[in-house]
Every structure is written in C-alpha cells, then in structure tokens.
C-alpha cells in the first residue's frame, strides 16, 4: 500500500522559512512522482509543486516559482519542500501525493488536485503578517 507521511509545518512569520518532508512508504521510490499540494481556507486544493524520480521533470506553480524548492532523497525516500520567502497567502494544509502521470506538469496537478481520493493529514502551514 502506497503511504505518504507529510510533516515539517508550523506557524511563522512573513518572510521566513520552513522545509517540510514526505516520507514514502509502500512503493519503489525512484519509479514515481511526489508532488506537494495545499489548501488554504475556504479554497479547493492546488498543486504546489512536484518532482519526477522517472524522468527529472519538476514543476512549480506561479505562486510559488522562485520561492520554493523541491529536491528529492531517493535514499531516504523522502520528498522535500523548502519554502523561503513565505507569505500569509502561502497559509494552508500541505499534503504530498503521488499524482497521475510520473511527467510533473500542470495538467498533472491540476488532475492530482481534483481527483486524487487518498489525501493523507497534511501539515499545516500557518504564516503570519
């Protein structure tokens, strides 16, 4: 059964820092994509950020290009999440997941987004201005 274990969340302030982690279980690590989706308040779920171990693609949505960084620890089987520079809008409940095609991309996440029915706890991210 494929598990993924999202943490690293916190309360922090307008233009900090936090790394969240998604340690994988379950599955070979190196034949998927992870990618990182979050839910902010009163909003349906976006895709965050994803990174391929198939073919290296990575994808960032607009929000949070040049903000975030994902890298990956096949060793360790765990995903990360560095995110600098956040923001209030950057707010919400960060699940990790495997989406539906191991090419990361928007139609991708969007699909992941909408569709995926094994969302796990998430971490919650809450930054204050």
């Known amino acids: 059964e494929v598990q993924l274990q999202a943490s690293g969340g916190g309360l922090v302030q307008a233009g900090g820092s936090l790394r969240l982690s998604c340690v994988g279980s379950g599955f070979t690590f190196d034949t998927k994509a992870i990618g990182w989706f979050r839910r902010a308040p009163g909003e349906e779920r976006e895709g965050v950020s994803c990174?391929?171990?198939?073919?290296?693609?990575?994808y960032y949505s607009d929000s949070v290009k040049n903000r975030f960084t994902i890298s990956s620890d096949n060793d360790k089987k765990t995903v990360y999440l560095q995110m600098n520079h956040l923001r209030p809008e950057d707010t919400g409940v960060y699940y990790c997941?495997?989406?539906?095609?191991?090419?990361?991309?928007?139609?991708?996440?969007?699909?992941?987004?909408?569709?995926?029915?094994?969302w796990g706890q998430g971490t919650q991210v809450t930054v204050s201005s």
């Open positions: 990174i391929s171990s198939v073919d290296g693609t990575r």
């Open positions: 997941a495997t989406p539906f095609s191991t090419r990361c991309g928007v139609a991708t996440m969007m699909a992941t987004s909408r569709h995926f029915g094994s």
